[in-house]
């Protein structure tokens, strides 16, 4: 059956954008089939690096930097806008980091974790920051104050000073604690150490580490030399008494030999010599 000399007209005319939809349309599909391949793929490796083998271990959070570099910082706010209020975006550019610089962020969040920075989208120096940077009166002790109820805001080192109080352990007890108590991830650890440690200093609250308890010594004694024991064998022993309750004893240790014998018996005969009462 032959179609009309118009329909066949319109046909003709229609063909090629049907084609052309048919070819767009087919890109497409395979467009969207392509990113659901890659989409599944993406979620396997996600789910395969969250495997137990494989887990990122996040360390709990801890200020950026310490509060000797978080003042630092307030001063420079200070300088520029002393008391006022200014956007987070001025105070970045202040700092010489770019608005979604990672580094400018943090030094802000650290600001604030040390109780120097209020606000968000609009931020000012805090009265603590105030004081101490500009002092009240003169007074170092309140100045003093101020810098280790700072130091202490953190909630990780409010915890660590409750702890330790003003001696920190050694290095590796400390980082041992941290690893195994507080869940640290090891490529962490030390900066978090560096930084509170550097706090502490700077407010004047650290002593000298703790060295291990080693075990002293025992205190050595020369051997006593052995007590003489008495001879009590009755055939080397002899006791004579005399008058007056006087008494002669005679003790030797063991059986002498015949020439030792006639020894004795001279010195028996000088000493009689000598006690005999003319």
């Known amino acids: 059956m032959a179609l009309p000399r118009e329909a066949g007209s ?38 395969e690096g969250a495997g137990p083998g494989r887990r ?24 520029r806008a002393q008391s006022s209020e200014v956007p987070a975006e001025e105070v970045l550019h202040c700092w010489s980091y770019s608005v979604k610089s990672s580094g400018g962020n943090q ?40 810098l280790e109820e700072a130091a202490r805001l953190p909630p990780l080192h409010a915890m660590l000073w409750e702890k330790y109080g003003r001696q920190l352990p050694v290095q590796e007890e400390l980082k041992a604690y941290l690893l195994l108590e ?12 560096q930084e509170y440690r550097g706090t502490l200093e700077f407010a004047g609250m650290l002593e000298p580490a703790r060295a291990p308890k080693e075990r002293m010594p025992e205190p050595s004694f020369p051997a006593a030399a052995p007590e003489p024991q008495p001879f009590r064998t009755a055939s080397l022993e002899a006791s004579f008494p005399l008058l007056g ?33 003319r």
């Open 107 to 146: 030094t802000l969040a650290a600001l604030r974790a040390f109780g120097l920075l209020e606000g968000e989208g609009r931020v000012k120096l805090s009265q603590r920051a105030l004081r101490i940077l500009i002092g009240e009166g003169g007074l170092s002790s309140d100045k003093a104050r101020l």
């Open 56 to 79: 990122k271990v996040r360390s709990p959070s801890f200020p950026f930097i310490g509060l000797g570099a978080a003042l630092d910082r307030a001063r420079q706010l200070y300088d």
């Open 10 to 47: 319109a046909f003709h005319s229609f063909y090629p954008t049907l084609l052309s939809y048919l070819v767009l349309s087919s890109v497409v599909y395979a467009q969207l089939l392509l990113v659901s391949i890659l989409s599944f793929m993406a979620l396997g490796q996600d789910k």
């Open 245 to 277: 309750d006087n008494v002669v004893e005679l003790r030797i240790r063991h059986k002498i030999s015949s020439e030792e014998a006639d020894d004795v018996r001279r010195l028996f005969d000088l000493w009689l010599s000598k006690i005999m009462d």
């Open 182 to 193: 507080e869940g640290f991830n090891k490529n962490t650890v030390d900066k978090f150490i």
